[in-house]
Every structure is written in structure tokens, then in C-alpha cells.
């Protein structure tokens, strides 16, 4: 059945992702498609997206930010909890509720006539327009992803044995310095994993800045499937595509390296 | 050390941003108003939904159809796998584990778009055929990795044992490794199925036309604006994951 496994991996996720890398080396037809002859025209293209892959890399990056912010002291709490079970509960639901409902729950919070724009209203403020900028696409995906982090956080804080935590308070050093110098370094591991489930799928979300950004907040993911099905430009929606797998790639190799340590 | 205030002040603010925007969304779906504006309580967009809504249930019933076929095929061969790996050391090891985690981490919608290309270029007509191949895809890393973490609290001298008492490989397999999994194996299911309801992006690529799933078909609903209708069918799905989460709690650690 290994065997069964990994020809199912080779060639429904191997072979399509080789796909994409031969046609980024390829002339674009007309109409999409590609003709065989080699070229890199489509990573001379790239440059001109600039812009938009550095906005991709801060969106993403300030959510992630956010978002280890927030999971740490929750995973933490959730660790040292009496009622870890119930927390934990609570935790996986919003992440098994499906993604576009839970997009579309924002929609009606931040809309223009939204929650919150009536409680501005009836304070005399607003409306704020709220939605189709970064702002929204960064909240959306901290809320979409902040399970991702606190899982894995959770596992590692739960592995930490109290006793060091004691000895560090004490020896004199405050909470807020055990936190920092004791907890945070004993669960690096779980930091690095949570970084990489948040910010590289945050990095290559679609369907978020799809449906909560506006034209200033598209992503490279809104890009590559633009340049696939409207522009019908293959190769250059490949080498958009190629960048992301690379970082993705990184990313598995980082992990592999930490799992052969521990 | 225990958590202070500041953690616990955290820790309830967070829950409230998890459950307030799902809350609304409910409160909504019994608004009789279109608008998110509160204005009286109706039951208007249930009612339609349940009578008139015919794509909303065709795709409810194709998403049901791919899941289920889907996530029976990745916990099978996931759960086979995962067993052969700890079982017997391989030399394929390392590119195994490398093959499972590629997934987790390649973004949606390059898997979607890929998978596109390979359908198109190998002629494969899209259909629930080409959703139920890439929903396989995704979901076997997930049903893998799950049963394997849950080998790894299994007891090896329960295998020694059963061979010492003159049991064959097959009979170790059946009477004594899969009782044991089963909770795991469950679990493992249970996430591919959840994931396969879930998915928009991945299915957005491969899906023909006629094979819309629910996703699918929210989507569209959403892009025309904000429809009262979405709020019932969110509000179903909200509470279906609920009494999900519930009923199947205590297999939550398997999954993570």
C-alpha cells in the first residue's frame, strides 16, 4: 500500500507541479495553452509584479505576526487549563466551520451597514468602510488561521515540564521574564511550526483577498489564477506559481531538519 | 506558573473574536430584513431554502457524494501506509515523509491550478471524477500522518506478544493492530471528510460544470452580495460542526 501511496502522490501531486515548472519555461498561445519551444520570457515578466508580491509578503507577514501573538498566550492557557478539553473544543470548531462561511461571517460584521458600522452609527461615527482593503484581508486571515497556530503551539507548551517555569520565578525572575527568556525558547519547535502553517498558506490565500480585498489588496494568488483564466497567460501564471512552490519547498526542508533534531 | 490576568483577559477576548462574527451570522438568518439591520424575527429564508433552493441541495448532495467516496479511499490507503511505516523500517522513508509533507504547505490554489493543467492536458473531463481524484490528493497526507501519530502511543510489546503466541503477520494485522487503531483510523476519516467539505479553492479549479459543490455554490451566492439565504444555510453548518465537535469529542486529540 506504500507503494499505492506514493505513486498516488507522484502522480497527482508530483507531475501536476512539474507541469507547472516546464510551462514557465514556455511560449503562452493566444487563447492559453502553451507552444514547446524555451524561453524565460515569463520570469522577465515577473519584476513588474514587484509591487505585488511585496504587499503578498506584508499581509501575510503582519497576520502571522498577529496571529503568534494571540496563539501564544492561548495555547499556553489552554496547556495549563483544568478544562484543556473544552478549550481545545472551542479551538477546533471555528477551524472545522467551513472557510467561506467563516469569510462571509465578516462580511456581515464589517459591511457598510454592518454591526459594527451601526454601533459607529449610533454613536454618531461612520460608516467606516471597512472592508476590500489589507486591513479586512489581514484580520480575515488571522481569524482564518489563528487555529493553525494554536494547535501545534499547544502540543509543544503541554511537553513543558512546570518544574523549570517554578525554578525560573524562583530564582528571582519576574512572570513576564520567564515567559520570555524560559517558555518562548523551550517551545521553539512549535513557534516554527506555527509560523510556517500560517504564513505560507497565508502568503498563497485566494479565496480572502478574493472576496474581502479590494483592488489594492489582491495577492499573488488572485494574480497567478488571473493570469491563468483571464489574460490566459500559462507561463507566466507558472513562474508566479514557482515562486510560491519554492518557498513552500523551503519551508518543508526547515521542518524536516527540526523533526531529524528532535 | 500560573496564567496571570493578562492571559486570561487574552483567552476570553480571543473566544469572543472565534464566536461573535458565527453568532451573527445565526442572529441574521432570522432577520426579516435583507440587510443586516435588525428588523423582527422570521423563519422567510428557512422556508425558502427548503423549498426552493433546488441547486443548493444538488450540490449539498454532490459534496456529500465526493466526501464520502474521497475521504474512504485517502483513510484506506493513508492508514495502510502509515501502519507498513511503522511496521517495517524503508528505504523509502525519508522521501515518504517529504511526499507528505509537500502537501500541507504547497498553497491551494497552486494544487488546483496544477491539477487543471494535468486534466487538461491529459484530456480528463472535469466532473465529480476530477474533484474526487484531487480531494484524495490532499486528504491522504492528512489520513498518513494522523493514524502514524496515533501508531506512535501503540504498545510494541502487544505485537511481540501476539507473535510469541504463534500469531502470522495477517492475523497480527487484523486482530490486533486494527482493533487497536480503529479510534485513529476513525479520526482520520473523519478529518479527510471534514476537509473534503470544506475545500472551495482546490475544487473551484477542478470542478465541470454540473458538479458544483456546496462550497461552490456559496460562493457564487456570496459574490452577488449578501444574501439572507446564506445565513440559514451558514447557520446549518455551523451548528452541524458543532454537534459534530461535540458528539465526536473526545476523538479531537487524534486529530491534532
Known sequence: MKYAYILWLMILFIIPISIIFIFSFLEPQVYGGVRWSFTLDAYRYLPRYLNLIWRSIWISGIATLITLVVAVPVSFYIAKSRLKNFLLLLTVIPFWTNSLIRIYAWKIVLGNNGIVNQLLGALGVGPIQFLYNPFAVILVIVYTYLPFAILPLYASMEKIDDSILEASLDLGASKSITFMKVLLPNVRTGLLTAFIFVFVPALGSYAIPDLVGGVNSKMIGNEIVRQLMSVRNWPVASAMSNLLTLIALMSIVIVMKRREKS | MRPGNFIKTVVILTMIFFYLPLFIVVLMSFNSAKSPVWSGFTLTWYIKLFTREYSVWNAFKNSLIVAIISSTIATIIGSVTAVELYWKKTKLESALWFLTYLPFVVPDVIIGISLLLLFSTMKIQLG??????????????????????RL??????????????????????????????????????????????????????????????????????????????????????????????LVLRRFIRYVF
Do not use: C, W
Request: aromatic share 16%; charged share 10%; proline share 5%.
Open chain 2, 128 to 149: 465529480l471524477f476530477t474533484i474526487i481524484l484531487a480531494h484524495i490528493t490532499f486528504s491522504i497526507p492528512y489520513t498518513m500522518m494522523v493514524v502514524y501519530s
Open chain 2, 152 to 245: 506512535q502511543d501503540f504498545d510494541r510489546n502487544i505485537i511481540e506478544a501476539a507473535y510469541d503466541l504463534g500469531s502470522t503477520d495477517l492475523q497480527v494485522f487484523y486482530k490486533v493492530i486494527i482493533p487497536n487503531l480503529l479510534p485513529g483510523i476513525f479520526a482520520a476519516f473523519l478529518l479527510a471528510f471534514t476537509l473534503s467539505i470544506d475545500d472551495f479553492v482546490i475544487t473551484f479549479f477542478v470542478a465541470g460544470p454540473g458538479s458544483t459543490t456546496l462550497p461552490i455554490q456559496i460562493y457564487s451566492m456570496i459574490r452577488f452580495g449578501i444574501s439572507p439565504t446564506v445565513n440559514a444555510i451558514s447557520t446549518f453548518m455551523i451548528l452541524g460542526t458543532i454537534f459534530l465537535g
